[in-house]
């Protein structure tokens, strides 16, 4: 027994080869004649897990003797990918994990293929928390995430006649052999219901009788940091009935109502809703919120009460991260628990709901803060209604004083709008319950203080400050572009793979001639990586050898996309006339990826109206081998982590003002590609970093877009540039849409009669040049522009977000690195095993 527990985590060639042989014996039955593909991926991935569980249980062990105080990081959305090469990487695994799997016959990459993306997020906002994940447990920082165990993650997107088509992701289909089930961590949810008001001891004391109740139960997914020391866990709640079903109802016949409950109750966990900015107040949507954030504080305040301490200390025992406004019901669900259950008065219990919880907002758009409606909450959570009262009344008797006689700015800050239906402000919410408020850009922060909440920036001075975001270099760099990383490693060591900041020792590399043809090489390598990796995904052919300008990214109006699309019109015009503007210009290849929220219709036109462009434009005999446009349908982390090592330019082109920072950025910042970019988000710290001349900047700032939008006029801009009205017309003229009349109406009506929201105009001239730039540069100077590109990867150090994660845990949690020994060969599953008293 002790030697096949050793044999467990044993990392050489013949432990894993051992242990996958018995995982796929045992745990899937499988021999010659009855194995699978997907069978043979769990076996591989059981194994790996093996060689994770017991530091798994060695850190929770060590972080309870400690008493280290933990963040509870709270996200509806984690955009994971895929965990086997990332947990291989940090076991330090994968030269004897092959050599294991060859001795077998078997190979690495035909069986990670295997894996399915668990895509529980909808973009940038799930993305960041899966990296937080990652450098929370590299920086050995207590932590838990807390989400949902969505049996449908983000939809799978298809491409049919130009429109995008969304099919279900059922990611969860073969099971998920990362995740350990918890049956015995197993929370009640009620919704509706009513609330009883009993008066004990001279007071009032309120208890919520529910009418729906949901049970929440947990499963687990390891979250290893690199080098595997601490292993922290990512929580998901996946919500179950308490009751099979009705079995009267069954034997009266009823089937459908026996099981209609049950039902009802488990749809909380099948679906992640591709919400954009616009919340319609779905009532499942405020259900998922409600039902994750009252499973996540139920599960804390269980660890805390096993403590036996005061509730004065669970600010001293949990630090709780709001990621966005999606649990924010945190705040008066902290507030039930601590005056309901733990009968505290409401000072004490304020107190300590607003030293345990701090917000991270993601948006500056106004129309994008969520909102509930009031009669809807009320209905759901009537407890939680009456406490939000409470809240904002308390709280506009305080902010009365900084507002005398302005009740126009008390409205401002009021939780409750009054509309019709009234609504309830769910970041307000977040703001007055929690003691930090974050953005997650230098330019950001700045805004959100002065343009969207500056009356709380008055009242709250000291809750507001900047956290830029990272991403973690560990999957980016060292398991996305394995050549490069080797390269950087035989230049200056791997020490940038836990401090990212040494990658700035890459920099005197940018004048080594040796160094950047190695680099240039590993460019075109990853190109026809690519090229053969959208030949075999999704039947796109392109030149591996042409200029690669890639925009990947949520499909929005304010990213841009459709001011990439009216440059490629410029361009193609150019070429078709012989113009200056492209006569040296070398073959290039545009790739668009990325998801259009299904009810946003204008998002949806967009990637119509690149299809259908690129249809044409491919196919044209006096163009195509110039210029080509491709839109790759389901782009998703696997596929980035291909497509971002092989780019050359990266577009990162939203309007001044309106991108909170982005993380994309930051990943083709590290891979070495270039960036055409606004003055947006995290661009302009990306300029401070590497240097405005090593990027292509462009376009109106913030400030200059505010003084625009009082006389902006997109018709006479248009007028006053002959090229650019040529591109308009053929765009609107029907040559992208023989057969398709009108079908682009809407986009025109954006762009002139809706006044071009987001500037597309008043840019394009500026971003059309820049682009110029960026192509001749190519051309023209290869040395040059592989320069610029180390340069930019040796100035990427401040984007890892080990860095972020160090600054939350220094500014806003006050938490410290707990160190796990790693000691594999401490035998103590005999010992676990053992019944306890």
Same mark, same amino acid.
């Given at each position: 027994m002790q030697d096949q527990q050793k044999t467990r985590y044993g990392h050489t060639a013949k432990d894993i080869a051992q242990d996958f042989a018995e995982h796929l014996k045992y745990s899937q039955d499988a021999d010659i004649y009855h194995t699978t593909q997907e069978g043979r991926y769990t076996a591989l991935a059981l194994t790996v897990r093996d060689r994770i569980i017991h530091q798994w249980n060695l850190s929770r062990k060590m972080q309870r003797q400690q008493s280290a105080k933990r963040v509870y990081y709270l996200s509806l959305e984690f955009l994971m990918g895929r965990a086997m090469t990332n947990n291989i990487i940090n076991l330090g695994i994968e030269e004897p994990l092959r050599e294991a799997l060859a001795s077998l016959g078997y190979t690495y990459e035909e069986l990670s293929e295997?894996?399915?993306?668990?895509?529980?997020?909808?973009?940038?906002?799930?993305?960041?928390?899966?990296?937080?994940?990652?450098?929370?447990?590299t920086l050995e920082i207590p932590a838990y995430g807390y989400g949902i165990r969505y049996n449908y993650g983000i939809f799978r997107q298809q491409i049919k006649n130009g429109w995008q088509a969304e099919q279900p992701d059922n990611w969860l289909r073969d099971g998920n052999p990362w995740e350990v089930l918890r049956p015995d961590v197993v929370y009640p949810v009620q919704f509706g219901g009513e609330v009883q008001v009993i008066r004990e001891r001279g007071k009032d004391q309120f208890k919520w009788i529910g009418g729906e109740i949901v049970q929440g139960i947990a499963y687990d997914i390891p979250i290893i940091g690199y080098g595997c020391k601490?292993?922290?866990?990512?929580?998901?709640?996946?919500?179950?009935?308490?009751?099979?079903?009705?079995?009267?109802?069954?034997?009266?016949?009823?089937?459908?109502?026996?099981?209609?409950?049950?039902?009802?109750?488990?749809?909380?966990?099948?679906?992640?809703?591709?919400?954009?900015?616009?919340?319609?107040?779905?009532?499942?949507?405020?259900?998922?919120?409600?039902?994750?954030?009252?499973?996540?504080?139920?599960?804390?305040?269980?660890?805390?009460?096993?403590?036996?301490?005061?509730?004065?200390?669970?600010?001293?025992?949990?630090?709780?991260?709001?990621?966005?406004? %999606?649990?924010?019901?945190? #705040?008066?669900? !902290?507030?039930?628990? /601590? =005056?309901?259950?733990? &009968?505290?008065?409401?000072?004490?219990?304020?107190?300590?709901?607003?030293?345990?919880?701090?917000?991270?907002?993601?948006?500056?758009?106004?129309?994008?803060?969520?909102?509930?409606?009031?009669?809807?909450?009320?209905?759901?959570?009537?407890?939680?209604?009456q406490i939000i009262y409470e809240i904002n009344h308390r709280f506009l008797q305080q902010a009365v004083s900084y507002f005398p006689l302005q009740p126009q700015m008390l409205g401002k800050i009021s939780i409750i709008e009054e509309s019709n239906p009234k609504q309830v402000r769910m970041a307000n919410l977040s703001?007055?319950?929690? %003691?930090?408020?974050?953005? #997650?850009?230098? !330019?950001?922060?700045? /805004? =959100?203080?002065?343009? &969207?909440?500056?009356?709380?920036?008055?009242?709250?001075?000291?809750?507001?400050?900047?956290?830029?975001?990272?991403?973690?270099?560990?999957?980016?760099?060292?398991?996305?572009?394995?050549?490069?990383?080797?390269?950087?490693?035989?230049?200056?060591?791997?020490?940038?793979?836990t401090d990212y900041s040494k990658i700035s020792d890459l920099a005197p590399f940018a004048k080594d001639k040796n160094f950047l043809l190695d680099f240039k090489a590993i460019k075109e390598e990853n190109k026809v990586r690519s090229a053969a990796f959208l030949k075999t995904e999704s039947?796109?052919?392109?030149?591996?050898?042409?200029?690669?300008?890639?925009?990947?990214?949520?499909?929005?109006?304010?990213?841009?996309?459709?001011?990439?699309?009216?440059?490629?019109?410029?361009?193609?015009?150019?070429?078709?006339?012989?113009?200056?503007?492209?006569?040296?210009?070398?073959?290039?290849?545009?790739?668009?990826?990325?998801?259009?929220?299904?009810?946003?219709?204008?998002?949806?036109?967009?990637?119509?109206?690149?299809?259908?462009?690129?249809?044409?434009?491919?196919a044209d005999p006096a163009t195509r081998d110039r210029l080509a446009i491709h839109f790759m349908p389901n782009y998703r982390v696997s596929m980035a982590e291909i497509i971002i090592p092989a780019t050359n330019l990266s577009q990162q082109i939203?309007?001044?003002?309106?991108?909170?920072?982005?993380?994309?950025?930051?990943?083709?910042?590290?891979?070495?590609?270039?960036?055409?970019?606004?003055?947006?988000?995290?661009?302009?710290?990306?300029?401070?970093?590497?240097?405005?001349?090593?990027?292509?900047?462009?376009?109106?700032?913030?400030?200059?877009?505010?003084?625009?939008?009082?006389?902006?006029?997109?018709?006479?801009?248009?007028?006053?540039?002959?090229?650019?009205?040529?591109?308009?017309?053929?765009?609107?003229?029907?040559?992208?849409?023989?057969?398709?009349?009108?079908?682009?109406?809407?986009?025109?009506?954006?762009?002139?009669?809706?006044?071009?929201?987001?500037?597309?105009?008043?840019?394009?001239?500026?971003?059309?040049?820049?682009?110029?730039?960026?192509?001749?540069?190519?051309?023209?100077?290869?040395?040059?522009?592989?320069?610029?590109?180390?340069?930019n990867v040796a100035s990427s150090g401040k984007f890892s977000s080990d860095r972020t994660i160090s600054e939350y845990a220094r500014d806003i949690w006050d938490i410290q690195p707990c160190p796990v020994a790693k000691n594999t060969d401490e035998d103590t599953a005999l010992q676990d095993a053992k019944k306890r008293p």
């Open positions: 295997v894996e399915p993306d668990a895509g529980l997020g909808n973009g940038g906002l799930g993305r960041l928390a899966a990296c937080f994940l990652d450098s929370l447990a601490t292993v922290n866990t990512l929580r998901l709640w996946s919500a179950k009935s308490p009751e099979e079903f009705n079995f009267h109802e069954f034997n009266d016949g009823d089937y459908t109502e026996a099981v209609r409950s049950k039902i009802s109750a488990e749809n909380l966990s099948q679906v992640l809703y591709p919400n954009d900015t616009l919340y319609m107040g779905k009532e499942l949507r405020l259900k998922q919120q409600y039902f994750f954030v009252a499973c996540s504080l139920a599960d804390i305040v269980r660890r805390f009460k096993r403590e036996e301490k005061s509730w004065s200390l669970l600010p001293d025992f949990a630090a709780i991260q709001l990621n966005d406004t %999606h649990p924010s019901l945190a #705040v008066p669900e !902290l507030m039930r628990i /601590l =005056l309901d259950e733990e &009968m505290l008065d409401w000072d004490s219990a304020w107190d300590i709901t607003v030293r345990t919880l701090a917000y991270t907002n993601h948006t500056l758009m106004p129309e994008a803060l969520e909102k509930w409606s009031l009669p809807m909450l009320q209905k759901i959570l009537p407890r939680h209604m703001i007055i319950g929690s %003691h930090s408020t974050n953005g #997650v850009a230098a !330019l950001h922060s700045e /805004l =959100l203080k002065k343009q &969207m909440f500056p009356q709380f920036n008055l009242i709250f001075p000291d809750r507001f400050n900047n956290k830029t975001n990272g991403i973690t270099q560990r999957r980016w760099l060292l398991a996305a572009n394995p050549k490069l990383a080797d390269l950087i490693k035989s230049a200056i060591g791997d020490a940038w793979i039947s796109i052919v392109i030149n591996p050898h042409s200029f690669f300008d890639v925009q990947v990214k949520r499909i929005h109006e304010y990213k841009r996309q459709l001011l990439n699309v009216l440059n490629i019109l410029l361009i193609y015009n150019d070429l078709k006339n012989g113009g200056e503007a492209t006569r040296n210009m070398e073959s290039t290849t545009f790739l668009f990826g990325g998801k259009a929220a299904p009810g946003y219709v204008n998002a949806k036109l967009i990637i119509k109206l690149i299809n259908n462009i690129a249809k044409v434009i491919n939203s309007t001044a003002g309106t991108e909170a920072s982005g993380t994309g950025n930051m990943k083709f910042m590290c891979n070495g590609a270039l960036t055409i970019g606004t003055m947006d988000g995290a661009n302009v710290e990306i300029a401070e970093e590497a240097g405005a001349q090593n990027m292509f900047i462009f376009g109106n700032t913030e400030e200059q877009i505010a003084k625009l939008s009082h006389t902006y006029d997109p018709f006479s801009v248009v007028m006053a540039d002959e090229e650019i009205k040529k591109a308009i017309d053929l765009l609107f003229s029907g040559y992208f849409n023989v057969n398709e009349p009108n079908i682009f109406e809407p986009l025109r009506r954006s762009l002139f009669e809706e006044g071009d929201r987001y500037y597309h105009f008043a840019d394009l001239r500026m971003y059309s040049e820049a682009h110029r730039a960026a192509r001749e540069l190519y051309a023209q100077d290869s040395m040059e522009w592989n320069r610029r590109a180390v340069i």
